[in-house]
């Protein structure tokens, strides 16, 4: 069965720093899709940043990148320059795209992120 | 054009009446998803939508759940005789292509659901 594990709960990190969200997942299958989300307080899940499991490169999007390792299956998310207005919960989510459930998205359980001033 | 939206974004009902939200996806997508994400919990996922029909509702805590989807547009997710546990934040996504595949999908604010 698939599986994604957050297993940093809470992060804090200085205002204008870098920081890594970790992400690690459990698949058999080849061929799948690595999500990540922002939960702000508001509740609505922002999509962020997409890596399939055959892209070479890591996926970029502004101030967002993905530490994309296959073989340790890891895909952590890496935000430079923080902001305040990132201060949310950050959801790692995986899909098969080939296996029975692949309409559906596998959640970690979160890394809430609070940038200090 | 507009995101997902979702109604009401705040329900409060006393246990046992029914309650009905309402997702309504992106111009254009076919697929629909519904999730609960309960207090301090990650995404659970509950039914899809790809065009009117939903292949699976495996995901539906119990049969007092029940979602329907009209004109390829609009979900309604019901809950009939509503207990505490069904207290959640329920998500809705809309995606452009067929349920399967990488397709991203993209979520709505979310209905708070508190059953008292």
């Known amino acids: 069965a698939q599986k994604i594990t957050q297993t940093q709960p809470g992060m804090f990190v200085q205002e204008k720093e870098a920081v890594t969200l970790d992400c690690t997942y459990d698949?058999?299958?080849?061929?799948?899709?690595l999500f990540w989300y922002k939960q702000p307080s508001s509740g609505e899940m922002i999509f962020l940043i997409y890596?399939?499991?055959?892209?070479?490169q890591n996926a970029t999007e502004g101030r967002y990148s993905l530490n994309f390792q296959k073989a340790r299956k890891s895909a952590n998310l890496v935000i430079s320059a923080s902001q305040l207005g990132d201060s949310a919960m950050y959801f790692c989510?995986?899909?098969?795209?080939?296996?029975?459930?692949?309409?559906?998205?596998?959640f970690g359980s979160g890394t809430r992120l609070l940038v200090r001033p | 054009g507009a995101g997902v939206s979702q109604s009401p974004s705040n329900k409060v009902t006393e246990k046992g009446k029914d309650v009905e939200l309402r997702c309504d996806p992106i111009?254009?997508?076919?697929?629909l998803y519904w999730y609960r994400q309960s207090l301090g919990q990650g995404l659970e996922f509950l039914i899809y939508?790809?065009?009117?029909?939903?292949?699976?509702k495996s995901g539906l805590p119990s049969d007092r759940f029940s979602a329907e989807r009209t004109g390829g547009s609009v979900s309604t997710l019901t809950i009939q005789r509503t207990q505490q546990e069904d207290s959640a934040v329920y998500l809705c996504?809309?995606?452009?292509?067929?349920?399967?595949?990488?397709?991203?999908?993209?979520f709505g604010p979310g209905t708070r659901l508190l059953v008292l």
């Open positions: 698949t058999s299958d080849q061929s799948y899709g």
């Open positions: 989510a995986m899909r098969d795209p080939w296996g029975d459930s692949s309409y559906k998205l596998i």
């Open positions: 939508f790809q065009g009117n029909s939903a292949p699976d």
């Open positions: 996504a809309s995606s452009f292509g067929p349920a399967g595949g990488v397709e991203t999908q993209y």
């Open positions: 890596q399939g499991s055959y892209d070479e």
């Open positions: 111009s254009g997508h076919t697929a």
